[in-house]
């Protein structure tokens, strides 16, 4: 598919989802994006394999509502998820102490089956360095109350919910104003520099031990329990009834140290997920997928065709509406606004927003790519055509010529420098936001990027910024050759006078 | 080849027409008649509504009131295309594309109108020889040709497909002295030759005269007087008229 062209790619892009719920694809594991989540991905994915079912696992897919709808749209058919979730974040009708069992029935409505407990809890908690919270004389979160000049850094995710920072401020009567909302990985190193001085933790991390933190006691029962389950839809047991069996048996096989030293071997020690989870099945580990110049050249066509399709799909839209744009005023005015609103949507929630129109993977990044690229096009299409002389445009009028060949032989080469340089930028900004794309499983330089910032591993994340640099630079390269190959020699010569 | 035997022509009318751009009144009630074959000189100071005159003969401004009449028929946005295709226009800088050759601006419209290269290069080639415009000119860029080469190939443009007619509006203004006069004697030349309806827009009473038996003096939008440069001379019609006259004698007399 990789090597047809983009037309198809496209339209496999945007079929695939739909595709793929018709038919009896491979049974498709999704995972959050922390070590545990992938760890526990990787699991159900050997599982799978041994149990004769064929499988995609896509890791790191981004946070609980995106798992939550792929899940639920079908877009993947497995993931690991934690009770306390389900029950204060996807299904709010039930009590936060429910049980397994409860959750079953209420999720068999909605074609979603659930295993029994794995066996660990990874429940919020508060982390302080040790050597801080000793000095301080802190062991509890009520001991929090009496130091309201510690600066909190919290994960997006923790700041937001409701059980987490709003519920936990209002059960100990918190009186902290320095609170900050961070990435969850980035929080760890912001509490270890000493930029901030307490952060939410997951009991099961393993930089609880790398960091040297304490975490602290939850002496009023704030934190809800997160019994890590799977969660499967329910179709599987027809399809993939092995499978099911075979994942429901995983049950109450991972206490929270085995958990833990797992976490600790990917992330302290640096070992491939497929590795831990081979060992912890006493299995043989099975072969990594290519070398690194493979890798790097099979991101490379993600990347470059998550930015080649959506950029050849912008053009074909935005120079239409920007020649509109130039003839009608008042509708000018509108599409350049819209598109410019476009422009302002964070490119993350434009991302999250495209996946219950396109389902996960490169759909709904080229979605969201597409409408990323429009503006700058949109706006210089029109500005190219709204510079031309007034003289220039009466004397194609007065030659006798139809709206539609002035247009293609006298204002759009006109207003091909514009153009393109629009076209440019849109380029150079898609190739960057690109890499954002592996959050919602679109793979391209955001993946070593995504997974390098978990682990914390800078070679990992360099594997994908260097090439995402030198791709911009090469883009900006190659407009600037066609820019001089595509503009008219005589506006050259003008443009030296 | 261009010449007497091609003289198929147009005849322009203007009744009664009216133009405001917001509170600018551009032509107040303006009634014109143009003949076939004949030379007219619309002069007048800046914003007198000359050239608004000629923009609606081409349907390139319509009238608030009134109308234009070509051959007697009222002109509509439908007719435009097929009159423009007639009537070649050159404006002052001679408005030429930038980013075709002088070929290339020379070729648009008859490569619309479906000639083949052959026929548009020698088109080009006996027009540039009857414009003095040397024949390697025509594959320059405008931005290596002078201000002179430049006008030449802008009416060579005009004259591509043959026109009925041509309306020129201020085809000099912005020539060195010498070249505008070399111009002048050549432009003369090839109204005469070609005995087309030709109407020219100037500021410049001794270019009027020069070109045309009849000259239009027009202020706010009307036409304050109409008839020969000796009229105007000899027999102002009003004080406007007469200081119009007055302010372009002092200019070096062209010879008549």
Sequence with gaps: ?497 | MPGPEAAASVAFAIDHASKHYGNVCALDGLSLDFPTGTTTALIGSSGSGKSTALRLLLGLEWPDRGQVRIDGEVLRPAHVLALRQRVGYVIQEGGLFPHLSALGNLALLPRHLGWDMARIRARAGALADFAHLPRAALERYPAELSGGQRQRVALIRALMPDPDALLLDEPLGALDPIVRHELQEELKSIFDELGKTVILVTHDLAEAAWFAERLVLMRRGKVVQDGRYEDLRDHPADTFAERFVKAQRRLPEAAR
């Design chain 1, 1 to 497: 598919m990789r090597l047809t062209p983009a037309w198809l790619t496209l339209a496999a892009c945007l079929l695939l989802p739909w595709m793929a719920r018709a038919g009896d694809a491979p049974v498709r594991i999704g995972s959050k994006q922390f070590t545990e989540s992938v760890i526990l991905g990787e699991l159900a994915t050997v599982t799978a394999r041994r149990a004769g079912a064929a499988v995609t696992y896509r890791p790191q897919l981004g946070g609980t509502r995106i798992l939550w709808q792929a899940l639920r749209d079908g877009d993947i058919d497995v993931y690991p998820e934690y009770t306390g979730t389900i029950t204060h974040d996807l299904l709010k009708d039930l009590p936060a102490d429910a049980g397994i069992d409860a959750l079953r029935a209420r999720l068999k409505p909605l074609g979603i089956g659930i295993t029994d407990a794995l066996g660990f809890d990874n429940t919020y908690a508060i982390g302080m360095r040790a050597d801080e919270a000793g000095r301080l004389g802190i062991a509890r979160i009520s001991d929090l109350a009496k130091h309201p000049e510690l600066r909190f850094g919290f994960s997006n995710e923790f700041m937001d919910r409701d059980d987490g920072w709003p519920g936990l401020r209002r059960r100990y009567a918190l009186p902290q104003t320095q609170v900050n909302g961070m990435e969850h990985v980035l929080a760890y190193r912001a509490l270890a520099s000493g930029a901030v001085d307490a952060t939410d933790v997951y009991s099961t991390d393993a930089d609880i031990l790398y960091y040297h933190l304490r975490t602290l006691d939850d002496d009023r029962h704030y934190f809800p329990r997160y019994q890590a389950v799977y969660l499967y839809r329910l179709a599987l047991e027809r399809s993939a009834p092995d499978f099911v069996a075979a994942l429901r048996k995983l049950a109450g096989r991972i206490d929270a140290d085995a958990m833990r030293r797992m976490n600790a071997a990917v992330k302290l020690q640096g070992r491939p997920e497929s590795a831990v989870v081979a060992d912890f099945l006493g299995v043989p580990v099975r072969a990594a997928r290519g070398g690194f110049w493979p890798r790097l050249l099979r991101r490379s066509i993600e990347h470059v065709e998550l930015v080649a399709v959506s950029l050849g799909l912008a053009v074909l839209l935005a120079i239409p509406l920007g020649v509109l744009a130039a003839r009608l005023q008042r509708l000018g005015q509108l599409v350049i606004g819209l598109t410019g609103i476009l422009q302002t949507v964070p490119s993350l929630a434009m991302f999250v927003f495209m996946i219950p129109l396109f389902g996960i993977g490169a759909g709904p990044a080229i979605a969201a790519l597409f409408l990323y690229s429009l503006l700058p096009i949109v706006r210089n299409t029109h500005a190219g055509l709204a510079g031309i002389a007034p003289e220039l445009r009466e004397s194609a009028a007065a030659l006798g010529l139809p709206p539609g060949v002035r247009l293609r032989r006298v204002e759009l080469p006109l207003a091909m420098r514009s153009i393109l340089a629009g076209i440019k930028t849109a380029a150079v900004i898609n190739v960057g936001t690109a890499t954002l794309a592996a959050l919602i499983g679109a793979g391209g330089y955001g993946q070593p990027i995504l997974t390098g910032i978990r682990l914390d591993d800078i070679g990992l994340i360099l594997q994908g910024a260097v090439p995402a640099a030198l791709l911009a630079l090469l883009v900006q390269g190659i407009f600037e050759a066609v820019e001089h190959w595509l503009t008219p020699r005589g506006l050259r010569l003008e443009a030296r006078l």
